[in-house]
């Protein structure tokens, strides 16, 4: 397939359709042009040659009522035979006539009309064709025989100048051009309506998708064309199939959760009972299995609602909660969380999900501040498709450039002297590239570190 190809198919389909529409009806439009044309020219030149028939058909009745074939046959009616050069010309003689022998119109000036006799030609015949004038005009042509008995044969030639056909022909064809172009305009213009009204449903349907895209409907709704109809319909099954598919992964990550929780709580319980070296170990890695396996649960059950049609939270109200518990906790500290989030902002994905990756972070923030974390908001677009960029800042001490990519890997911890299992960024980095997201850390303006979450929004965060 040549690229021009694949670039056109991979084109709208309104503009394919107005491209294909306007290239028929131009080789239509041109095709019926070059049949009319030709038609028409056939009937200009059928039409001239009855005339010419006419004078013609008079000279011979001349030639036979005039009793002696050789005398003067007389004017035959049009003024124009009589003027020099005028170009419409007839000529009478008997066949290998000598010139002297020829008699003619006064138009004719002493030259002779070119013969249209080939030599497969039966007498009596009526040729048609063009030659030319003495005067180097183009002349369209009639030529007739006539048998006068014992008087002998006689060829008679009219002839007329062959540009009133030539300009029939090019008015003709001024006028088809000028209607053909102003039909060709207006069926481009009807095409465009008809490509416009027919592909409304597809747009409609369109705009249902964006608009249980945005969270503003759970269904398609509307009537549509019989052709389409079916598509909504399998596209609303589909829908329904995808809640019932997430409802379960819900609900059986939920129950795995509370099968696990129960073994590890009587390990926990039975290690009270144990010396108390080897209890310790018991506790230290029940609270290692537990954290392993509240973070898989996490991860798969994000995994499922992850980009979930449909699915829209709003930011500000998550975040400000998080920032209410957060300095609560580190009350000791006298921590304070300042936030810039604009109450429309809005992330594409679950609310446990934001509030998982946003709490995180500021709990990693608030860790290590002195007094202050600020969680401010970035708005950015990704192939024309809305982002936000979630920067949480800390004044604590901060880190160097490689550290920061080690403190993204699972379970790695830089301080064991802080509470954690070391697990939180790279939740946060799992959940944010299941969203096609990302996490960045980066310095902080306030000297300590900033942690940058990027996470798709909706179109009225813009």
């Known amino acids: 397939m040549s690229p021009l190809v694949k670039r056109f198919a991979s084109r709208p389909i309104a ?31 059928r039409a001239f040659d009855q005339r010419l028939l006419v004078y013609a058909n008079t000279l011979a009745s001349n030639l036979v009522g005039a009793g002696d074939p050789d005398r003067d046959l007389g004017p035959i009616g049009d003024p124009r ?32 009309l070119p013969s249209l006799a080939a030599g497969d030609d039966r007498f009596g015949q009526i040729r048609r064709g063009y030659g030319r004038a003495p005067d180097d005009r183009n002349l369209r042509v009639i030529e007739r025989d006539i048998d006068l008995g014992e008087d002998g044969r006689y060829i008679i030639r009219v002839a007329g100048p062959a540009d009133e056909i030539e300009a029939a022909a090019r008015d003709f064809i001024f006028a088809l051009t000028v209607t053909f172009a102003l039909l060709g305009l207006a069926l481009g213009f009807t095409t465009l309506l008809q490509i416009r009204f027919g592909l409304r449903p597809l747009s409609n349907l369109r705009s249902a998708l964006g608009a249980i895209r945005q969270g503003e409907a759970e269904r398609i709704a509307g009537e549509y064309p019989r052709d ?45 009972n144990a010396p108390e070296d080897v209890a310790a170990r018991i506790r230290e890695q029940a609270a290692l299995m537990r954290d392993q396996v509240n973070y898989y649960l996490d991860r798969a059950r994000a995994a499922a609602l992850a980009g979930t049609l449909g699915t829209l939270t709003e930011a500000e109200p998550v975040i400000a909660g998080l920032a209410r518990t957060f300095a609560k906790i580190y009350r000791d500290k006298d921590l304070e969380v300042e936030l810039a989030i604009p109450p429309d902002l809005r992330f594409r994905g679950e609310k446990q999900d934001l509030e998982e990756m946003a709490g995180n972070l500021i709990d990693n923030a608030s860790k290590w501040a002195v007094h202050k974390v600020v969680v401010a908001t970035e708005i950015a677009r990704d192939d024309d498709r809305p982002r936000f960029r979630l920067l949480i800042d800390d004044d604590g001490p901060g880190l160097p450039e490689a550290a920061r990519a080690e403190m993204l890997k699972r379970g790695r911890r830089l301080d064991e002297t802080k509470p954690g299992s070391g697990l939180g960024l790279s939740i946060v980095t799992d959940l944010a590239a299941l969203y096609r997201g990302s996490l960045k850390l980066d310095a902080s303006p306030m000297g300590g570190l900033r942690a940058i979450l990027e996470l798709p929004g909706d179109r009225s965060s813009d």
Request: proline content about 5%; aromatic content about 8%.
């Open 228 to 272: 389409i109809s079916p598509l909504a319909s399998e596209l609303n099954l589909l829908l329904d199939t995808n809640r019932e598919i997430l409802e379960r992964a819900r609900t059986q990550v939920g129950n795995l959760a509370h099968a696990l929780k129960t073994p590890l709580s009587v390990i926990m319980n039975e290690a009270e």
């Open 15 to 45: 503009v394919r359709l107005a491209v294909s529409s306007v290239f028929w009806s131009f080789v239509i439009l041109l095709i019926a042009g070059l049949i009319l044309s030709t038609l028409y020219r056939d009937n200009t030149e």
């Open 81 to 112: 035979f009589e003027l020099p050069l005028s170009g419409w010309y007839w000529q009478v003689a008997r066949p290998n006539a000598a010139p002297a022998e020829i008699r003619s119109s006064k138009s004719l000036f002493g030259g002779q």
